[in-house]
């Protein structure tokens, strides 16, 4: 992979720069990158992706093995990793709408037709009810972890999820 990086820069000096870059901060990247995605694929394409953006602003980064060298690989990784988790969290959305006409193949008519009007109005959720709902329940993550996701505190989080719940529960009652 290195030698792809390599081959997008024009000189000597910058290749030397980014080679040192990538070897010395890899596995900073890749941890940083875990610890938002949580999925080996996504980090490696997290990681990837910071490198292509430390390319384009390599003229930002001055004094080789420095403090600022190390925080500034690391705020564009995790900047890269959090747009990877958006794009991500929104495919999957997208996927949960995929579903909402398709009938479960177990149940009563009336079950089936529940769960899909159940993820319907899941989907029609306002954004700060719906992401930490989707989470929790597609995804399985704990409040920890879509707190650190969404940046908010796990307060925030489980009250969240407690109004989407309830939300839902006043949706159904109404139904």
């Given amino acids: 992979m290195l030698a792809l990086y390599l081959s997008l820069i024009e000189t000597n000096e910058d290749r030397d720069k980014i080679e040192k870059i990538y070897h010395r901060y890899k596995k900073l990247m890749k941890y940083i990158a875990m610890q938002i995605l949580?999925?080996?694929?996504?980090a490696e394409d997290a990681v990837h992706d910071t490198m292509v953006r430390l390319i384009e602003n390599l003229s930002s980064i001055?004094?080789?093995g420095s403090k600022e060298e190390k925080a500034f690989v690391a705020i564009v990784t995790e900047n890269v990793a959090r747009d990877l988790w958006r794009k991500e969290r929104y495919r999957r959305s997208e996927d949960i709408t995929d579903y909402l006409h398709v009938i479960p193949s177990r149940g009563s008519v009336a079950e089936k037709v529940y769960v899909n009007e159940l993820l319907e109005r899941i989907c029609a959720l306002p954004e700060t009810l719906r992401a930490p709902l989707e989470m929790s329940v597609y995804l399985g993550l704990s409040s920890k972890e879509i707190a650190r996701a969404l940046n908010i505190t796990e307060e925030a989080v489980r009250?969240?999820?407690?109004?989407?719940?309830?939300?839902?529960?006043k949706e159904e009652a109404l139904s």
């Fill in 159 to 169: 009250k969240r999820i407690q109004r989407g719940r309830e939300y839902l529960s």
């Fill in 62 to 64: 001055k004094e080789e």
């Fill in 38 to 42: 949580g999925r080996e694929e996504l």
